[in-house]
T-cell receptor, first 114, second 113 residues
Framework: NAGVTQTPKFQVLKTGQSMTLQCAQD?????MSWYRQDPGMGLRLIHY???????DQGEVPNGYNVSRSTTEDFPLRLLSAAPSQTSVYFC?????????????FGPGTRLTVT | DQQVKQNSPSLSVQEGRISILNCDYT??????FLWYKKYPAEGPTFLIS?????DKNEDGRFTVFLNKSAKHLSLHIVPSQPGDSAVYFC????????????FGGGTRLMVKP
């Protein structure tokens, strides 16, 4: 199994550009999330989804959109990139069963906004 | 206001000795705690967890201790190995909201041969 995959691995954007970070998982997990990691601040939750068609905001949702049309995919859209969105982005998924707190993370996308 | 804090950004330990990584939290509603390990250019991987109804959980060389009255948890690695060198994140969640993990800022552990 590939687990959680993310593309691209690296991306450089100019201020105002838009783009979509892709995330896919093959574990049939209902729950998926997007986090950003900034130095000294750990990972912060951007948006999450508890199933196809259902999304909700996390701690730092501004400037990002998500949608969940299938169980496998959970793309993150930056509408108009800003330098403050320079970060490493991680997608994660989990099973709602007994190990529901354990999230499986993708390898990350390093985004630089100039 | 960070609800989960790891006050030591880095820790250096000799191979074979014990590594102790600390984590403090402020929200008394947290009832489940996890430790993740992260290597460079990879995503975090789950290491060990503990429910608030316990005060200790052990898995091989890794043991997590929880002191609810002090709102403090710690991860012990015994014996430490060079392959343990990584960044360790403490995380907490409340209720059934497993999606809403709140992470600490991380501690970089370096195990010297």
């Amino acid at each position: 199994n590939a687990g959680v995959t993310q593309t691209p691995k690296f991306q450089v954007l100019k201020t105002g550009q838009s783009m979509t970070l892709q995330c896919a998982q093959d574990m049939n997990h209902e729950y998926m999330s997007w986090y950003r990691q900034d130095p000294g601040m750990g990972l912060r939750l951007i948006h999450y989804s508890v199933g196809a068609g259902i999304t909700d905001q996390g701690e730092v949702p501004n400037g990002y959109n998500v949608s969940r049309s299938t169980t496998e995919d959970f793309p993150l859209r930056l509408l108009s990139a800003a330098p403050s969105q320079t970060s490493v982005y991680f997608c994660a998924s989990r099973d709602p069963g007994p190990r529901r707190h354990e999230q499986y993370f993708g390898p990350g996308t390093r985004l630089t906004v100039t | 206001d960070q609800q989960v804090k790891q006050n030591s950004p880095s820790l250096s330990v000799q191979e074979g000795r014990i590594s102790i990584l600390n984590c403090d939290y402020t929200n008394s509603m947290f009832d489940y705690f996890l430790w993740y390990k992260k290597y460079p250019a990879e995503g975090p991987t789950f290491l060990i967890s503990i429910s608030s109804i316990k005060d200790k959980n052990e898995d091989g060389r890794f043991t997590v201790f929880l002191n609810k009255s002090a709102k403090h948890l710690s991860l012990h690695i015994v014996p430490s190995q060079p392959g343990d060198s990584a960044v360790y994140f403490c995380a907490a969640s409340k209720g059934n909201a497993g999606n809403m993990l709140t992470f600490g800022g991380g501690t970089r552990l370096m195990v010297k041969p």
